[in-house]
């Protein structure tokens, strides 16, 4: 799975969240950034930690 980065970024700043204030490793939060494929389950920590829907960071397959 991807997650859309400009997504991720979006709602990050609406937050007011830094990278650094996840738990999520800096090497996974690279990979989910550069739009790599991530496993199921690290999206949904990432939504969780962001409060939103998983489908909200997905990026949209064409």
Do not use: C
């Not at 996840?22 to 996974?28: K, N, Q, W």
């Not at 389950?41 to 939504?47: D, E, F, Q, S, V």
Request: proline letters at 2%; zero cysteines.
């Amino acid at each position: 799975m991807k997650a859309d980065r400009r997504k991720i970024e979006i709602i990050m700043a609406r937050q007011e969240k830094k990278r650094a204030e996840l738990s999520i490793s800096s090497s996974t939060m690279y990979n989910i950034l550069a739009e790599r494929d991530v496993k199921p389950h690290t999206l949904g920590k990432l939504a969780r930690e962001l409060g939103v829907d998983v489908t909200d960071i997905l990026k949209e397959e064409m």
